[in-house]
């Protein structure tokens, strides 16, 4: 009662239903009463918006063929009815006037009738008023209920009069005879004569309330009865709402009184007495009321108790769903108690769905569960102790073999409470709900707390992979079915006979590409023009973007505006009046004829989706949706050369991971590419001959063939494409992967553009070589080293310095075995990389590259300090033994040690220091204040990579190597000489004069 008296004092709350007496005012936007016809008085008949005088009229001109809303506009006011309301007497302002249109008493109206007949029409009614006088009124109605005047000495208002003499007069309580005559002219009282005083007071006590057509009378009902219905009123007028009359409202109210009812919740309102005393509508009101407040009553905590769950406590409403979640079907207290838990966390937490398909899908698991534990578990699952894993293996099992052989579920039902066929999809939500019920439990330690067994959690698998399926877009021949004429007029005579907007949604979804909610809930002010282009603003409530331009062709336009003018007339129809421009910004575009009398509420998906499958149906063309008219849309646009950038923003997704989703041209890429130049293999007749180029364009017709064609008989290869079929359906290939001498093999135009612009860089890289180059750099010009990428080069003339590869180089292998090498008939020696003064910045080589190239590097310069053969020659050399760890002999002095420059080669250092280059190394921690290593940690061994001097690393000429054995003489004078030249408080300059490289030899002596 406290909440309730809160709500109804709040500043929001309508003060029309405030009073024990609520008035309604004509003209109300939901509880209206009056008649449709302008200053009309009169009630209305029924459940029409007409009086009875009109509604008679209305129906033979309706029959001659007049519209409704010409009626509407012609149509004369009658005056006001009958029992409307009570007024006062003109001349007795204590007394109800009798005659409603005179607006006298009953004393006063016989007098002026008397008037009328002595002196006929000469009399004058305003003279005639001048000379009455004011009679002393009867006081209030003796009725505990009734807030009327008394009309008579008797105490009673002149309906609770007739109704007191209609049930026999209890009590015997009447007047004398010709007590106005005998009592009232000479002004003495008027006695009243009782058979039984206290059953007149007890009939006045107990009498209903007379129903008026404004008023719902709410005396003498309890305080917390008058509250529900007083808040019920209001809240009905806050949401989408049907018509509510008054009378079946005041018939509740007298039941309720009658009965001595406290609250609406006291009793379920089945009953057959109930809805002979109220009627049907007034049961309906009752339900949906206690519905409401039910929310108000209980807590959260007694949700928990009786077994379901309200979503209003959490400030929750889901879309199509009611607010009570019943979870009353799972018999296991435990496991009922695990689903509510994780329900609520779903609802308070900050992404909780809008729809209710992750509680139907819980509530499905848990009934599913909960049966087969009470047909097959001991003590039928109510102890959780007794439950193991063999119970879990058995409940998938059942599921599994239901799904198999398509068996009903154990509980759950459909819509009409058919069972449901499990199915794939049912099966994995059963899995998938259950699954993180059962963990989440775990991981909260209530499965613990219950005693659940962690085998029994552990043996629930997982659902698996969900299979996914796309929509696809239209046909052509559907498309051209869907969009003809002849259909279309099926369409809107056969399943929208009253014209709601059947046709005009469709065609709008179709040429915007829009979802159809979004296309059903437009606004009447959708429409627009903006420097003379049609516009239609919309809202994406499915990823929060509101108020979205969105320009459409002229047709469209036209159409809708054709639409506004109907939805106008509809409501003219409806209230008489046009919609002022606050209604009109809430308006629909496409308004619901049910429950909607102001025309916000849209149509629904529900209603506009049976229309269209019985179309489809009737046109027999297989199994469509609207929405796949979104996805012909983006096919279509992608065709015509849009960007995915711009089908994203066009069909207003969040990513262009979304936007692929509606894309279903998977070869369109490819289609690209095969528009371009293609380039014949080294295999065939004229190898890099162009096959196709501006002189020769393929047409539209020979791309799409040719498209076809790679596409179901090719394998992507390096910078190509194999046209072996063998190898498309996986086999091994016959040549062991000789691309280059294979006719099978044709490059696109891509690859020919990388290789010109390979060539164009070795160009630069040969200009900035020295004048005078040696022997060495002149080779490594004139042979380039490959380019990472199977690229065949067409043999051209130049001399030995150009820039142009040798004919028919293979760069990059796609395999390591000598079949894929340079062809048999252009083989020549392994060409080395050119050493260049060049100071252009370097590629950055990404991480996963780096580490390898390094190794790489590393393993060609020991191989090269041992004197062995270059990598392309290493079949050919033999490898000397593991244990052979003499240092190589150095190279002479024409010959190139490492094929990078001085600063970025990566020189074998030795596994050891020798003393001067501990030296330097304690040095280099203390100039550059680098903690030095801890001396009492023990030392590790230094890998041989980062063993070495600072000099060494960085590349500069160093001193005869140090072995593992013994170091040389040569070795020991110059470890002396560098420490002698490292100063012990600062960093070591570089010497002027570096002593002579010298080669050496195979025992690490100089020569």
Known sequence: MEVLTALINAPSFDPVFRTDIVTIPPDHPVFRWNCLITDCGRPTMGHGDLCSTHQKLWRRQRDAGTSRAEFLRTATPDGPGHEVEERACRICPDRPARHLTLELCHHHQFRWYHHRDRHGAVGDFDDWLLTQQAAPGYGNCLVRVCPDRAHSPLGLCYRHDRHYRNQDSPGGAVLPSQWGNRYERTGRPTPVEYADGPAFRRWCATAAAVPRTAQINLRGLHPLLRAEIQWGMFWHTQRPHGRWELAPLQRLADYGRTHGLRSLTDTSWDGP????????????????????????YVTPQDTRELGYILTEHFGRKLTNRGIRLDLTGVSQRWLRDLIWDHLVAILRSPDCPRS?????????????????????????????????????????ADQRQR?????????????????????????????????????????????ERLGLDRDFIAAMPSPGPTIRRSRAPFADGVARALADEDNLCKLADHHDPLDHGLRDAWETIIVTGRRCSEILTLRLDCLGRYGGLPMLWHDQTKVGNYDQALRIPERVHQL??????????????????????????????????????????PLSYNWFHKGFKLWIDELDIGGWVPHQARHSLATNLLRAGASLTHIRRYLGHVSERMAEHYIHLTQSDLEDVLQHVWVAGPGTVNPGDLLTGPTTPLT?????????????????????????????????????????NCDKFVLSGADLLYWRRKREQWRLLSEGAPTTPSPTT??????????PSTVWRKPSPASASSTIPSPWTCANPRTTSSACGPPRSAQQTWPTPPRTTSTSPRRPTPPNERSHEHRRRLR???????????????????????????????????????????????????LRQSRSQSCRH??????????????????????????????????????????????????????????????????????????????????????
């Open 356 to 396: 209710g398909g992750t509680f139907d899908d819980m509530r499905r698991a848990g009934l599913e569960l909960s049966t087969f534990l009470e047909l097959h578990a001991p003590t039928h699952g109510h102890d959780p102790r007794a439950l193991t894993a063999e119970h879990m293996h058995r409940f998938v």
């Open 860 to 910: 060609v310069a020991h191989r090269r300090r041992a004197g062995g053969p270059p990598p392309q020659d290493r079949d050919s050399t033999p490898a000397r033994p593991r244990n052979d760890r003499s240092p190589p002999a150095r190279q002479g002095p024409g010959q190139r040690r490492c094929s990078r420059s001085p600063r970025q080669r990566l020189p074998h250092l030795p």
């Open 922 to 1007: 304690r040095s280099h921690y203390r100039d550059r204040g680098t903690p030095r290593p801890d001396p009492h940690r023990p030392r590790r061994r230094a890998r041989s990579h980062l063993a070495g001097t600072r000099a060494q690393r960085r590349g500069r000429p160093q001193g005869p190597r140090t072995t593992r054995s013994a170091p040389s003489a040569s070795a020991s004078v110059n470890s002396s000489a560098r420490s002698a030249t490292c100063k012990p408080n600062g960093p070591r300059k570089p010497s002027s004069a570096s002593p002579p490289r010298t080669p050496r030899s195979s025992s690490g002596s100089a020569n």
């Open 700 to 740: 539209r017709e020979q791309a799409q063939a040719l498209a076809i064609d790679l596409s179901r008989r090719s394998t992507p290869a390096e910078r190509g494409f194999c046209t072996f079929q063998p190898v498309v359906d996986g086999g091994a290939c016959p040549w062991n992967l000789d691309c280059h």
């Open 273 to 296: 007495d109930q809805r002979t005393a109220i009627t049907r509508e007034g049961v309906y009101i009752a339900q949906a009321v206690a519905d409401a407040l039910h929310a108000l």
């Open 560 to 601: 809708l505006q054709a639409r506004q003018h109907k939805t106008l007339e509809l409501f003219e129809t409806r209230n008489n009046r046009p919609p002022t421009a606050q209604e009109r910004a809430q308006m629909a575009l496409f308004p619901t004829n049910q429950r909607n009398r102001d025309g916000r509420t």
């Open 778 to 787: 002149s080779t490594a010009i004139s042979n380039p080293p490959p380019a």
């Open 403 to 447: 799904e198999r052989d398509s068996l009903a579920s154990l509980a759950a039902r459909g819509v009409h409470g058919k069972p449901s066929i499990v199915t794939a999809n049912t099966r994995q939500r059963v899995f998938h709900r259950t699954r993180r019920l059962l963990r989440g439990a775990l991981e909260s330690g209530e499965a």
